[in-house]
């Protein structure tokens, strides 16, 4: 019966939608909710969305706040292609898969700097330790590009950009499990020159990681950043940015004698640290971009059984110095390029340092008329490891009616072995990148967050020469006994997103996105030949409806995620039963300051979970305040 009323829940908000005769009713105002309709995640430069024949989604800062809370992982939910999955409640490590792609896979930046987290096995970023507080916007670029990022952009790129404010506004909230987040963002603009200034603190009794204990696992984080902006002369552009974030979060382990996953008093600190300094000019035809950004990551796990020190210690770091630029031949040609050089550096046990350099050049030419938009580029990498790689991709969009477009894409990535995959005890310096291929090709009329918004796309990527740990044989087995990376795996991953959006009345919008994506292991002579990718649902939806009530202003919203079945290890033997979720928002604005806000997550205290082992959070409900000065 639950399910049954997430269902009707779902049809009753895409009905009115669909039950329009005319055009005229939905689109009462053609227009974004806020500034969703430019994009940096297609070309490194700014690009109207329309333009590019890559699926690209974009969320605002409007639509940002109306969904909630310090979990970011809830507003990326909203997105076609992504599913998640996370070890435990707030601030556990959670993991994003866009089409299907491992978590790894995805390049994530947040105000431009790349955060992945470099010293860890698979070096990738855990969106555990980011909260949606300072974001203003977010941008989603599915499918391979490479040609423009480099390595990492094998399932995507994700990019976060941070809050410019000209005032003080901040917000606060408390809730279930003793939980309370707060966040101050204050700034100062004017003419050639702003600054903004954020901070935050969030706090969660939390529950137990290990479904079968008792035992509250908390979290804790102190966050800070800023970004500045100062016109040196005309055209000329200084900028800076920086973040820092400060977290403790009580994990649970396998303790004897059983050594099963149970409750434990083990816990672990992770501190990041990134900032960007960058220097832009404008000109009539030619803009440029330099930059220089550090990136470091130090986790440490503590086991207060055995010790009052740490008893591991991750600690990476990544700099890196880049150019980009523009060049504007005509109104509709223009030439993307840019070249970069990238320093990345692990420190290990016994204090020793393993380092790597990547340096790299692209340039992507484009036509971007009023009808039609194609555009064809290159990449080359210089690893100081594996050597060079070459990368293609090309795209476009063809507009056939008013509104309605048609768009295709060819990406290739890549990914760089990891640090830890090169030098741990498990490494070896002979691998090779990860490489893949993808394809999408759709049909779109209008954009999210206009009035009426209706997309289906198709989509494949294949990827090969993937890095798995593997059994130790041969002479090799008398250095590492217990095994080693290695380039021997083979995926596909194909599937269908469609989205919905809609104004249905002046008071009312609504919108669900839906994702079919089946992931199987494809590596010849492999145990799990022809098995589905741990934790990859091959269904996944997310429904939201927001109603302006006629009283002073009211606001109700409902959220409905739904997942389907996935499982838990490649061996596919540990099933993850599908679940459905649903949450009920409020806010209610006191003058024009002030504004009270509310929500239920989880509303039917459903038990589910998205790793097995780990225990989900049941009802909860929240309430807050926010202000604007």
């Known amino acids: 019966m639950k399910y049954l009323f997430y269902l009707c829940s779902a049809l009753a908000v895409a009905t009115p939608v669909l ?59 909203r997105l076609p292609g992504v ?31 790349r955060v992945a987290d470099v010293a860890a096995p698979g070096a990738g970023y855990d969106f555990g330790n980011l909260a949606a507080g300072p974001i203003a916007k977010i941008e989603l670029l599915r499918g391979s590009n490479s040609v423009v990022w480099g390595s990492e952009a094998i399932g995507g790129v994700l990019a976060l950009t941070s809050r410019e404010v000209n005032g003080i506004e901040g917000a606060a909230e408390y809730g279930a499990r003793d939980s309370f987040d707060g966040q101050v963002n204050a700034g100062l603009a004017g003419d050639g020159y702003g600054v903004t200034l954020n901070t935050g603190y969030t706090r969660t009794d939390g529950i137990s990681q290990a479904a079968s204990g008792t035992e509250k696992d908390g979290f804790r984080q102190w966050r800070a950043g800023g970004r500045a902006h100062v016109d040196l002369m005309p055209g000329l552009t200084a900028s800076l ?27 672990q ?53 880049e150019l980009n630029g523009v060049w504007r031949a005509t109104d509709a040609l223009r030439l993307d390029f840019g070249a970069d050089h990238e320093w990345s550096r692990i420190d290990v046990a016994g204090d020793s340092r ?35 790689e070459w990368t293609f991709g090309a795209n476009g969009s ?75 044989t041969g ?36 919108q669900a996105a839906y994702t079919y994506v089946k992931a199987t292991n494809r590596t010849e002579g492999d145990v799990n030949e022809g098995n589905a990718l741990a934790r990859r649902p091959r269904h996944a939806v997310t429904v939201s409806a927001d109603w302006t009530t006629p009283l002073a202003g009211l606001v109700l919203g409902a959220d409905i995620r739904m997942a389907g079945d996935s499982y838990d290890d490649m061996g596919n033997f540990t099933r993850l039963d599908g679940y459905a979720t649903g949450t009920l928002r409020a806010s209610l604005p006191i003058g024009e300051k002030f504004e009270l806000f509310g929500r239920v997550e989880n509303v039917t205290d459903e038990s589910y979970a998205t790793v097995s082992g780990y225990g989900t959070p049941g009802r909860s409900a929240f309430v807050g305040v926010r202000a604007r000065m």
């Open 354 to 388: 393993r380092k790597a350099n990547l340096s790299s050049g692209h340039a992507l030419l484009g036509w971007y008329g009023e009808a039609l938009s194609l555009a064809a580029g290159v990449r080359y990498d210089d690893h100081s490891r594996f050597g060079g």
């Open 398 to 472: 063809v507009t056939i009616a008013p509104r309605l477009r048609v768009r295709a894409s060819y990406g290739e990535g890549f990914k760089a072995p990891t640090l830890y995959q090169l030098y741990s005890d498990y490494g070896d310096t002979a691998l090779a990148p990860e490489r893949s291929r993808s394809y999408d090709a759709g049909i779109e009329y209008g954009a999210r967050g206009e009035g009426l918004h209706l997309a289906l796309t198709g989509f494949r990527r294949d990827s090969r020469n993937l890095i798995d740990f593997v059994s130790c």
């Open 269 to 321: 600190k992770t501190r990041e640290v990134g900032g960007r300094a960058g220097l832009a000019w404008a000109g009539d035809a030619i803009s440029l971009d330099a930059g220089f950004q550090v990136s470091d990551t130090r986790r440490r796990y503590y086991d207060p059984t055995y010790s009052d020190t740490f008893t591991s210690e991750n600690h990476g770091q990544s700099r890196r110095a």
């Open 83 to 113: 599913t998640l999955a996370r070890n435990g409640g707030l601030g556990g490590v959670t993991s994003l898969f866009v089409r299907g792609a491992n978590s790894q896979q995805v390049l994530v930046l947040v105000d431009g700097i």
């Open 475 to 510: 002479a090799v087995c008398d250095t590492r006994p217990y095994g080693l990376y290695a380039n021997v795996g083979r995926a596909r991953a194909q599937g269908v997103e469609v989205e919905l959006g809609a104004q249905v009345s002046p008071r009312l919008r609504a």
């Open 19 to 77: 039950a329009q005769g005319s055009a005229d009713e939905v689109l009462i105002a053609d227009r974004r909710i806020d500034d969703t309709a430019i994009t940096v995640v297609a070309t490194g430069s700014r690009l109207d969305v329309g333009e590019t024949g890559q699926s690209v989604s974009v969320i605002g800062a409007d639509e940002i706040a109306s969904v909630q809370g310090p979990d970011i992982a809830r507003v990326l939910e």
């Open 241 to 267: 940015v920086g973040r820092y974030t400060d977290g403790k979060l009580a994990i649970d382990g396998y303790p004897a004698p059983l050594y099963s996953f149970a409750d434990t008093p083990e816990y």
